[in-house]
């Protein structure tokens, strides 16, 4: 295979040489509830605090003066203002307003209008909009301040984790927020990988580990081999809206039932974000005690008093949490291992101090987890480990091996995607396959880049969409188009594609607008596994079909332009053949049809060659006789 | 090769000997001797991840995220080269299908009609009916067996299929020890081999139908 060729597309920001400084580098845990920031010093990652502790709220409110307060400050005057005061913005980066829909239900916020490929929050009765890059790059200003002052200067590079499970819009979104804080944003590292990282060295863990991360917002579950320094994924799954959030809501919806208001608070946006809050609280207190009495104001003057029990939470929390068991298997099944093979199971993210997560993990992977390093810190710790290899401060005997965590492919005839590129291939990775023309003279290709494990592009995440033109008309299949993809240690994807019989070239990088999800593709994702056998068998049969009509049609015309060539009875074989291939092409067996082109290829195998002699000899009786006699040799 | 940084004879290694600058790949290079192996089917993969592991860790471009932009080409460049090398040298129905690539036998998709607009695949392995036929049959009993909800025969014909597979790889296993490699027909054990794994693959246990994890 053409490796080579992997080499042709050019590396992103090649041509900016990057200073070559060695200096300070801190790791930023972006956190769906709480974000942290960590910085290696004398060897040993630490978390930089403020006087309230380590962890920063992710919570941002945009003051009518046009101030920002960030943090636990702002967390207080969300009920006054919850419009005005963002909570879990993580949950909407890379979101388009579809896609907001999901997570939209037990809001407090209200969405600027529009037909925005971004969501934009409208804040001040509409006299500001601010969209989710926006406001997580306020955090980001704090942690870089705080940073600094702890420091004693400007940073000069940064790390900030991403859930594995982020598709490549979601990445974007948090990579362009980190720029916009004015940071030199230098990697984006998987969280489970980061929490592997910190373990790895805090502990000298070796083995093979799943992490378990479940955050506010998201879940992610990778398999990571540790191994002498090197820290290998082996596969990586996950749910990006799926997190105590989710639980919060669920618990939020029970207890308005329970004060006899509606499940969306009549709409009522401080109320709405009063009873989030407490359950919030309620979650938290559950984790240690039993049972739990919970206050609201309903209005003020008026308030609801009840209790609540870790068994109702649990039953609450239960089938939120079933859905973080299909992704754990896969991910165990592609690593191809048993959950009695591992090492250990980590634990990260502050939903997994409940007990009926640790629960579900014991049981999940046979065994009690791993929660010695904070699950609040751990990710925030490891990206500091992995900002100072980046820095060029550390330790030679570490690297991190990542992986691709969703598929990357083209769309193809009929449809289908392609997979050039398949889920957990260890970046950086390439590559190269080779397409040709359908039709007869068609002298372009629409070159469809998307993501995701399904078998149709309808249920792939379209990523970009590029042409390459002026091939010069040719008959069916002549043309050879070379498409090549590569992802960087960043996984990020640049696509180039050449037609090689005239040399014609077209490339792109990779770089999904971030508004523009599909709003349907998450659901699809997860789906994804349960549609498996039916994708694939949908996939078989739409290319069975598109190469059982080019058969048919090119047979039909060989019989009508040499109806004078066919022997005795190969006229009804052939026909037979074919009615037999028109049959199963209708029905839903792909193999039956591939068994029909079979037979209908020996049906007409003595008849093409027939043809293919005629036409040769035609071929040379057109030619001038000295040409053909200097081809026999002569 | 003369280094690009020092501008002096670099050697053959992934660094240059004199200065220690991360050298662009061998383009032309196959898989084997990217790990400096001879061409064979035969492999230690154990030994292969260890070699493997140690060139990460000195071309990953984590190490040179703040370097030169040639080195940071180069590294990326080497590592690319490395993972396809791995990844298609560490599984033995890759491993296989690459040799026969190199020596000019293409195992393309099973009827080689896969992909539409790929032009190079009618031409690669003819189709065996009775294979066909065979794992036709083999998907009829097994939808069946599921409809019944009979687990116990779902098993069986997994096992059995998984034992058909097994042979397969095996014969190729031995086609590539033989002195004079039949290349056509270790294809054909490829191919077949194809055909029960895809029907492992579909006889897997779904979502929400397994039982406790193992």
Redesign the interface.
């Known amino acids: 295979m053409a490796v080579e060729t992997l080499f042709e597309i050019s590396e992103p920001g090649e041509a900016q040489t990057k200073e070559v400084r060695r200096g300070r580098a801190v790791g930023i845990d972006l956190g769906t509830t709480n974000s942290l920031v960590a910085v290696v010093q004398a060897g040993q990652p630490i978390c930089l605090r403020d006087q309230l502790g380590s962890l920063l709220p992710s919570v941002v409110h945009y003051a009518a003066d046009g101030s920002v307060v960030v943090g636990q400050a702002a967390r207080g005057l969300a009920a006054q203002a919850p419009q005005d005061t963002i909570a879990s913005v993580k949950r909407f980066m890379g979101r388009g307003p579809r896609d907001a829909e999901v997570t939209r239900r037990l809001t407090p916020y209200e969405f600027a209008p529009g037909a925005d490929a971004v969501v934009r929050f409208s804040l001040l009765g509409g006299r500001r909009a601010v969209t989710p890059v926006e406001v997580s790059a306020e955090i980001l200003r704090v942690l870089k301040a705080r940073a600094e002052a702890a420091l004693g200067g400007e940073l000069d590079g940064a790390v900030i984790t991403v859930p594995a499970y982020f598709d490549d819009g979601q990445r974007q979104a948090t990579r362009d927020a980190g720029r916009l804080a004015g940071l030199d944003v230098m990697r984006l590292l998987n969280e489970p990988t980061a929490a592997a990282l910190a373990y790895g060295l805090d502990k000298q863990a070796e083995g093979t580990f799943a992490v378990f991360d479940l955050g506010g917002g998201t879940f992610d579950i990778s398999i990571l081999k540790l191994e002498g320094g090197v820290f290998e994924v082996k596969s990586t799954g996950g749910d990006s809206a799926l997190g105590g959030d989710d639980f919060d809501r669920a618990l939020a919806a029970r207890l308005l039932r329970q004060m006899g208001l509606p499940e969306d608070a009549a709409g009522d946006r401080s109320l709405t974000r009063r009873v989030l809050d407490a359950a919030r609280d309620a979650k938290e207190a559950l984790t240690k005690l039993s049972a739990t009495e919970v206050v609201i104001e309903r209005r003020p003057g008026d308030v609801w008093r009840g209790t609540l029990t870790r068994d109702e939470l649990d039953d609450v929390v239960r089938p939120v949490l079933d859905r973080c068991e299909p992704p754990a298997r896969r991910a165990l099944r592609d690593a191809g291992l048993e959950a009695k093979q591992l090492s250990g199971v980590i634990l990260v993210g502050g939903a997994t101090r409940m007990p009926i997560v640790r629960r579900l993990v014991a049981s999940l992977f046979g065994r009690e987890p791993l929660a010695d390093i904070d699950p609040d810190e751990v990710v925030a710790l490891g990206a500091a480990v992995q900002a100072d290899l980046l820095a060029g401060n550390a330790r030679k005997d570490v690297v991190l091996m990542d992986v691709v965590p969703l598929s990357l492919g083209l769309e193809m005839m009929g449809g289908v995607a392609e997979k050039l590129i398949h889920r957990n291939t260890t970046v950086p990775c390439g590559a190269v396959q080779t397409f040709t023309t359908y039709a007869d003279n068609q002298t372009g290709f629409d070159l469809h880049v998307v993501q995701g494990e399904r078998e149709l592009v309808a249920d792939c995440r379209s990523l970009a969409r590029f042409k390459l033109t002026g091939i010069p008309p040719m008959p069916a299949g002549m043309a050879r188009l070379q498409v090549t993809f590569l992802v960087d240690a960043d996984g990020l994807l640049g696509v180039s594609a050449r037609e090689e019989t005239t040399g014609k070239e077209s490339s792109i990088r990779v770089k999904p607008s971030y508004g523009l999800t599909d709003d349907e593709v998450e659901r699809m994702i997860r789906d994804s596994f349960a549609h498996a056998e039916r994708d694939v068998s949908e996939r078989l049969l739409v290319v069975e079909r598109v190469e059982a009509d080019r058969i048919l049609q090119a047979t039909r015309v060989a019989l009508a332009a040499s109806a004078d060539l066919l022997v005795d009875g190969e006229r009804a074989a052939i026909e037979a053949a074919m009615a037999a291939l028109e049959t199963s092409k209708a029905g839903r067996d792909h193999l039956a049809i591939r068994a029909a082109i079979a037979a209908l290829d020996a049906a007409s195998k003595d008849f093409a060659t027939r043809r293919m002699n005629q036409a040769l000899q035609q071929g040379l009786r057109g030619q001038d006789i000295g040409a053909v006699e200097s081809k026999v040799g002569k | 090769m003369i280094c690009w940084s020092c501008e002096k004879n670099a050697g053959d290694g992934m660094l240059c000997a004199g200065c220690g600058a991360v050298q662009p790949?061998d383009?032309?290079?196959d898989h084997f001797r990217v790990f400096g192996l001879p061409r064979k089917f035969d492999l230690d993969v154990a030994d292969l991840e260890r070699r493997y592991?140690e060139m990460?860790?000195v071309l990953?471009?984590?190490?040179f995220?703040?370097?030169?932009?040639r080195a940071?080409?180069a590294s990326?460049?080497r590592?690319?080269?490395l993972?396809?090398a791995?990844?298609t040298l560490s599984q033995p129905v890759a491993r296989a299908e690459y040799l026969l690539?190199l020596q000019g036998v293409a195992v393309g998709e099973?009827?080689g009609?896969?992909?539409?607009?790929?032009?190079?695949n009618r031409a690669t392995q003819p189709?065996d009916?009775a294979l066909?036929?065979e794992?036709?049959e083999l998907?009829e009993a097994l939808a069946e067996a599921r409809a019944r909800g009979d687990s116990a025969k779902v098993a069986t014909l997994v096992a059995g299929v998984q034992v058909l597979h097994d042979k397969e790889m095996a014969e190729v296993a031995a086609g590539f020890a033989a002195g004079q490699p039949n290349l056509a027909a270790i294809a054909a054990r490829l191919v077949a081999g194809r055909y029960y794994r895809r029907f492992l693959?579909?006889a897997e246990p779904?979502?929400?139908e397994?039982g406790?994890?193992?």
């Open positions: 790949p383009r032309t290079a592991k990460t860790k990953h471009p984590d190490r995220a703040r370097a030169d932009g940071r080409r990326l460049e590592s690319v080269q993972n396809l791995w990844r690539s099973p009827t009609s896969m992909r539409s607009e790929r032009p190079d189709v009916t066909l036929v794992v036709m998907r693959e579909e779904h979502e929400g397994e406790p994890a193992k």
